[in-house]
């Protein structure tokens, strides 16, 4: 049982470059959510899904797009990196439903350059 | 919109005492979860204990356990016997327990120093 996989792991990227970070579980998550970490601000929601087909915004969305085509994966896009997009990112997954814990990966260290 | 606040950006204690890590939050919600999430170096991010509202008795998990006062909105976590692996990025973070969407709400982390 893997939990979930983020890849990659460390990404340096020049201003205007595109990328896909990739996240996929294997534990049958319905919810699968993106987030930001950045010194003094927390974590903060950047986008999130409820089941394939279907995902929405959260706090900080802007320069990013998602998709969930399946229920195992949801990749974050950067379509146009900005050095304000340095940043680390986590994704994470639960069962919807009463008094679920997150899992979370083990986070993707983004540099734009 | 909920929100959590920790009022303590770094925190530092001696190992073998015990610490108190705040957190406050704000919702119009009576039915939510709390929890406490450790990062430690690796940047994992590790469930260290939740607290269902509507139950009034605190959680513990070993060495850890949470004064959770439901009136005041405060949910703290305590440290018992801190060993230098309890150092640490610690978050407080809240769920609604509404159904459909419901996203984890972090506060901004407190960073805590064990001092050997």
Known sequence: ?113 | AQTVTQSQPEMSVQEAETVTLSCTYDTSESDYYLFWYKQPPSRQMILVIRQEAYKQQNATENRFSVNFQKAAKSFSLKISDSQLGDAAMYFCAYRSARSGNTPLVFGKGTRLSVIA
């Open chain 1, 1 to 113: 049982n893997a939990g979930v996989t983020q890849t990659p792991k460390f990404q340096v990227l020049k201003t205007g470059q595109s990328m896909t970070l990739q996240c996929a579980q294997d534990m049958n998550h319905e919810y699968m959510s993106w987030y930001r970490q950045d010194p003094g601000m927390g974590l903060r929601l950047i986008h999130y899904s409820v089941g394939a087909g279907i995902t929405d915004q959260g706090e900080v969305p802007n320069g990013y797009n998602v998709s969930r085509s399946t229920t195992e994966d949801f990749p974050l896009r950067l379509l146009s990196a900005a050095p304000s997009q340095t940043s680390v990112y986590f994704c994470a997954s639960t069962k919807v439903g009463r008094n679920y814990g997150y899992t979370f990966g083990s986070g993707t260290r983004l540099t734009v350059v």
